[in-house]
């Protein structure tokens, strides 16, 4: 028997020793829905600064619910932010720490723990830690009821997908294809956009799940390049006349450029006359499709028994052309996605949970996506794994804050880098073995500088001593 079957066998018998499986402290077990943007900045939404953007749903979550500033994704990239998301650890001991690995099929993912909470589950979007929908790291294997997606990361790169997997059915989409002109641009008004699809499948199966506890991962993959939207969201922005800079077929940047599927996708990501009226145009969809979702949560009834969470993976990319200083996307937090500054894994997440937790509330407490799944098992009422690196956030959800855990530290680790957070001190460190340079630090008060402008490493020795125990500790597992 493997490490896994036991984790899920002995809380199975907790569960049903304690009867904790068949009630929550307020009786009834919550729905849990969490929504996850692809490569959006920090400064991307309305209610975090931004002036370009019309973000109204995303706003008015926030305002009914809580805010948090200093949230941090999984990692600075994609697939690793995502399996830290969906089990509970930090790079220090993820099964995956770059693009390209896949979940370690071992792995207990949150959704197989409120399974046996009597959790219906679903995820639905870009799932990212798989190669093929029937494989031991597929959603469906890792815990989901319910898949309906790409059949692997690099097709996530593109919006009109020739097919897509409703768990191991393949569902065609034949008027995508031949669906760019002769320039590598996609052909307005032909055919099906897979994020329209994905909202069409996740407000069917809330529907569907109504009168049962269900969990909805729900991994958009706005607004990751390539960049292109419908014409009724691009063109409210096409009509202010936002500068652009024209985006050639032929290549989305690094490894990007030829990652696809299907013969119109060869030449990599479409070519794009207007990125960033795209850009804006993808995010208010996104807005606007979250706000359906909010909507038909409250039509059903289902308000205060359903929480709603929502965040970004990793920090902005402009691989589709659109400019990120343009719209000021990472808040002027430095660095952008594969950093380690600020400006790569720094997160908004908005918490809305009605009658639960106060309106307009805003936290700062030091957050990241490990801590989402034991907060889902709080939720739930279920005990977490303990070999969680993660802390639940309920008591912040329900303005408990003498009761919150806080983080010892949070970590991270890309390319040569690592870095740690404690307290308001985040502490970055260029390992040698890694990089053939001398070993260097670089140490921040992000109280006082959250742009990490002013490296006090050379002022504070005894400090950086003091930190730098933390990347032991985090590594001690490798």
Avoid at 35 to 53: F, H, P, R, T
Avoid at 207 to 213: C, G, S, T
Avoid at 232 to 258: C, I, M
């Amino acid at each position: 028997m493997t490490h896994k079957f036991y984790t899920l066998f002995f809380l199975m018998l907790f569960l049903v020793g304690t009867g904790i499986a068949q009630q929550s402290t307020t009786g009834k077990k919550p729905n849990i829905i969490y929504i996850l943007a692809d490569d959006m900045g920090y400064g991307d939404l309305g209610c975090y600064g931004q002036d370009k953007i019309q973000t109204p749903n995303l706003d008015a979550m926030a305002a009914s619910g809580m805010k948090f500033t200093d949230h941090y994704s999984g990692q600075t990239v994609c697939s690793p932010s995502r399996c830290s998301l969906m089990t509970g650890k930090h790079m220090g001991n993820s099964s995956v720490k770059r693009n390209g690995e896949l979940l370690d099929p071992e792995e207990v993912t949150v959704a197989e723990l409120l399974k046996t909470a009597g959790y219906t589950t679903a995820a639905i979007g870009k799932w990212g830690l798989s190669k093929g929908v029937d494989t031991p790291n597929s959603a469906n294997s890792q815990g989901f009821d319910h898949w309906f997606g790409y059949e692997n990361q690099g097709f996530a790169h593109f919006y009109y997908p020739e097919y897509m997997y409703r768990n191991q059915e393949k569902v065609e989409y034949p008027k995508n294809l031949n669906s760019r002109d002769e320039t590598g641009a996609y052909i307005p008004g032909k055919g099906t956009y897979s994020h329209d699809e994905f909202t069409r499948e996740a407000l069917w199966f809330i529907e569907e799940n109504k009168e049962k506890p269900f969990f909805l991962y729900l991994p958009y993959t706005i607004p990751h390049a390539e960049m292109t939207v419908p014409e009724d969201s691009l063109d409210p922005y096409l009509a202010l006349g936002w500068p652009e800079r024209k985006k050639k077929e032929g290549g989305g940047g690094g490894v990007h450029g030829n990652e696809g599927f299907g013969s119109q996708y060869h030449g990599g990501y479409c070519a794009q006359s207007h990125p960033n009226a795209t850009y804006a145009g993808m995010m208010s969809r996104m807005d606007r499709d979250i706000g359906a979702i909010r909507e038909l949560i409250s039509e059903l009834g289902l308000d205060e028994n359903t929480i709603i969470m929502f965040a970004s993976d990793n920090g902005p990319d402009d691989s589709g052309g659109n400019n990120l200083a343009f719209f000021n996307s990472t808040a002027g937090l430095r660095g952008r996605k594969r950093d380690i500054y600020e400006g790569g894994i720094r997160s908004p997440f908005i918490v809305q949970w009605e009658g639960q937790i106060q309106p307009g509330t805003v936290s700062d407490l030091p957050s990241a996506f490990w801590d989402f799944l034991p907060t889902a098992c709080d939720l739930a009422g279920i005990e977490s794994p303990r070999d969680t690196d993660g802390l639940s956030l309920l008591p912040t959800f329900l303005g408990e804050e003498s009761k919150q855990t806080k983080h010892d530290y949070l970590y991270w680790e890309w390319e040569n880098m690592q870095a740690i957070r404690v307290d308001k001190w985040k502490l970055l460190y260029l390992n040698p073995e890694k990089s053939g340079a001398s070993p260097i630090y670089e140490l921040y008060d992000l109280a006082t500088d959250p742009f990490e402008t002013q490296n006090l490493a050379a002022s504070k020795p005894g400090l950086i001593q003091e930190l730098k125990k933390y990347f032991g500790e985090a590594t001690k597992n490798q």
